[in-house]
């Protein structure tokens, strides 16, 4: 490339970057309220988050409204949106992956962190990864995710009929009830990877297709090695109902109705709504264990909480050669299938 073009192409990235920044900057900050949420320890090292949650705050110092590049794939006038739900940890290798391999393929994406709107400072530490229930995550994530996809249909720089909702682990958990709350006008379509059945419950309704995503190896917080995420049930006493959510599971079964029954499995719960014509597939990945995007896969086990009360898991993470490449392929098959 000579001197002429190069000079070009960087003034144009540039000129994405900025634009990106003042988009955000034009739009009214909602700060989160003085008693926001505060984490109470329920046993040893492990803890639930009461008080009000904080509203998706656009001015965030986390939030990363990223466009694509100028050497990125053109899909249209305006470039589809990927709303980006984090996993329990926090934003992590795999959602900025998932950033990386969508604006090169053409599409913006918005990530940002929940829990730092909710005025919590964990990052370097395991906190959130192994000491705060599903639910507390589950809920702050919900919160800002929905907030997100408000404000994204009204930036005039994307394409707000492609507005793409994905969330892993807990944040996929996040995008399930997200399809039961968008518009199809909005939202073509959702992609839930490694959800799990607990925390706020799935959904009794979808108003978009929905695809549900795991590795055939993901047995993130199982019991036992092949305590697939996929076939799990745990007791009911896991959940608790979010009236911010679709009504679903958790309004029947949860730590408050019927605590001792179990919850169905993703796949019970996919069975179900696709029996009542409800648009839901599963796609499944072989040599993948929890979070495709995360790397080279590793068979690693965990321990929630501490002391004698301490849950010691399992928590396969990552997939194998090609794994990753197909599953972003997969996903621009998907989003350039709502372009004629």
Same mark, same amino acid.
Request: hydrophobic content about 40%; aromatic content about 10%; charged content about 20%.
């Given at each position: 490339?000579?001197?002429?073009?190069?000079?070009?192409?960087?003034?144009?990235?540039?000129?994405?970057?900025?634009?990106?920044?003042?988009?955000?900057?034009?739009?009214?900050?909602?700060?989160? !309220?003085?008693?926001?949420?505060?984490?109470?320890?329920?046993?040893?090292?492990?803890?639930?988050?009461?008080?009000?949650?904080?509203?998706?705050?656009?001015?965030?110092?986390?939030?990363?409204?990223?466009? !694509?590049?100028?050497?990125?794939?053109?899909?249209?006038?305006?470039?589809?949106?990927?709303?980006?739900?984090?996993?329990?940890?926090? !934003? /992590?290798?795999?959602?900025?992956?998932?950033?990386?391999?969508?604006?090169?393929?053409?599409?913006?994406?918005?990530?940002?962190?929940?829990?730092?709107?909710?005025?919590?400072?964990?990052?370097?530490?395991?906190?959130?990864?192994?000491?705060?229930?599903?639910?507390?995550?589950?809920?702050?994530?919900?919160?800002?995710?929905?907030? %997100?996809?408000?404000?994204?249909?009204?930036?005039?720089?994307?394409?707000?009929?492609?507005?793409?909702?994905?969330?892993?682990?807990?944040?996929?958990?996040? %995008?399930?009830?997200?399809?039961?709350?968008?518009?199809?006008?909005?939202?073509?379509?959702?992609?839930?990877?490694?959800?799990?059945?607990?925390?706020?419950?799935? !959904?009794?309704?979808?108003?978009?297709?929905?695809?549900?995503?795991?590795?055939?190896?993901?047995?993130? /917080?199982?019991?036992?090695?092949?305590?697939?995420?996929?076939?799990?049930?745990?007791?009911?006493?896991?959940?608790?109902?979010?009236?911010?959510?679709?009504?679903?599971?958790?309004?029947?079964?949860?730590?408050?109705?019927?605590?001792?029954?179990?919850?169905?499995?993703?796949?019970?719960?996919?069975?179900?709504?696709?029996?009542?014509?409800?648009?839901?597939?599963?796609?499944?990945?072989?040599?993948?264990?929890?979070?495709?995007?995360?790397?080279?896969?590793?068979?690693?086990?965990?321990?929630?909480?501490?002391?004698?009360?301490?849950?010691?898991?399992?928590?396969?993470?990552?997939?194998?050669?090609?794994? %990753?490449?197909?599953?972003?392929?997969?996903?621009?098959?998907?989003?350039?299938?709502?372009?004629?």
């Amino acid at each position: 490339m000579n001197e002429m073009l190069r000079a070009k192409a960087l003034s144009l990235l540039s000129f994405f970057s900025v634009m990106t920044v003042d988009a955000i900057a034009r739009e009214d900050c909602n700060p989160p !309220p003085m008693d926001v949420a505060k984490l109470v320890e329920i046993r040893s090292g492990f803890h639930r988050v009461t008080g009000p949650l904080a509203q998706f705050d656009p001015c965030h110092s986390s939030v990363n409204f990223s466009m !694509p590049g100028f050497f990125s794939t053109k899909l249209g006038e305006k470039p589809p949106l990927m709303i980006i739900a984090h996993g329990g940890g926090g !934003p /992590g290798a795999a959602e900025k992956e998932m950033m990386r391999r969508m604006n090169k393929a053409g599409v913006a994406t918005l990530l940002y962190d929940a829990y730092e709107m909710n005025g919590f400072q964990y990052k370097g530490t395991m906190l959130f990864v192994l000491g705060v229930t599903n639910e507390s995550r589950q809920r702050m994530i919900f919160k800002a995710t929905f907030g %997100a996809y408000k404000w994204a249909k009204k930036q005039p720089e994307i394409d707000t009929t492609r507005i793409y909702i994905n969330g892993l682990s807990n944040g996929g958990s996040v %995008a399930v009830n997200m399809a039961g709350v968008v518009e199809p006008e909005h939202v073509p379509a959702v992609i839930a990877e490694g959800a799990s059945p607990t925390g706020i419950g799935f !959904p009794d309704n979808i108003n978009v297709p929905l695809k549900l995503v795991y590795g055939r190896l993901d047995n993130y /917080g199982g019991k036992a090695e092949d305590d697939w995420m996929y076939t799990r049930s745990d007791p009911c006493s896991f959940n608790l109902e979010f009236k911010l959510a679709p009504v679903g599971v958790s309004a029947r079964c949860s730590a408050k109705n019927n605590p001792t029954d179990m919850v169905q499995s993703p796949m019970a719960w996919a069975s179900d709504l696709k029996s009542q014509g409800l648009p839901i597939d599963m796609w499944f990945y072989d040599n993948a264990a929890h979070g495709i995007f995360i790397g080279t896969m590793k068979k690693e086990t965990r321990t929630y909480g501490t002391g004698e009360t301490a849950n010691f898991r399992y928590g396969w993470i990552g997939s194998r050669d090609g794994v %990753a490449d197909q599953y972003a392929a997969d996903i621009v098959k998907l989003i350039k299938s709502s372009y004629p």
